[in-house]
């Protein structure tokens, strides 16, 4: 589920331009997402705003819960942060959205890029397992 995607997250870091490939990333969990099967749900009408951009959307339908997971990497594990377990993400129908480059930087690397409009409004979420 590799796709260029605005998200935006209630607890999202904003850590400024990006210099070099060997990133300085701000702590936090990773996330393994899945698409889940749900029934309809209500539109809902949202104003959003934060350092990557602002607007208004219309939230729609859940198009994934995601769960923190443990991940190793390149010789390193990185540990899964209780404070936020669970996200959910809504497809959204955004308004009027500007056209912005930047640059992110994971553990994978650095990427520059183009956003023009979110597809996502993700938030935490209280889940349950059976």
């Known amino acids: 589920m590799y796709k260029s995607v605005f998200m935006l997250f ?8 990006v210099s070099s490939a060997q990133a300085q990333v701000p702590p936090g969990n990773h996330y393994l997402c899945f698409q889940p099967k749900t029934g309809s749900q209500p ?12 607007g208004n959307l219309e939230a729609m339908q859940i198009v994934e819960i995601c769960g923190s997971v443990r991940k190793a990497y390149n010789g390193r594990t990185y540990p899964i942060d ?10 959204v ?26 597809n996502q409004l993700c938030m935490p979420a209280a889940v349950k397992l059976d």
Do not use: W
């Open 10 to 17: 209630a607890s999202a870091a904003l850590f400024g331009a």
């Open 43 to 54: 539109v809902r009408k949202v104003a959003v705003s934060g350092p990557i951009g602002a």
């Open 82 to 91: 209780d404070r936020l377990p669970y996200i959910v993400c809504y497809a």
């Open 93 to 118: 129908k955004p308004g009027e959205f500007k056209l912005r480059k930047l640059v992110e930087a994971d553990q994978f690397g650095r990427n520059e890029m183009v956003i023009s409009e979110p």
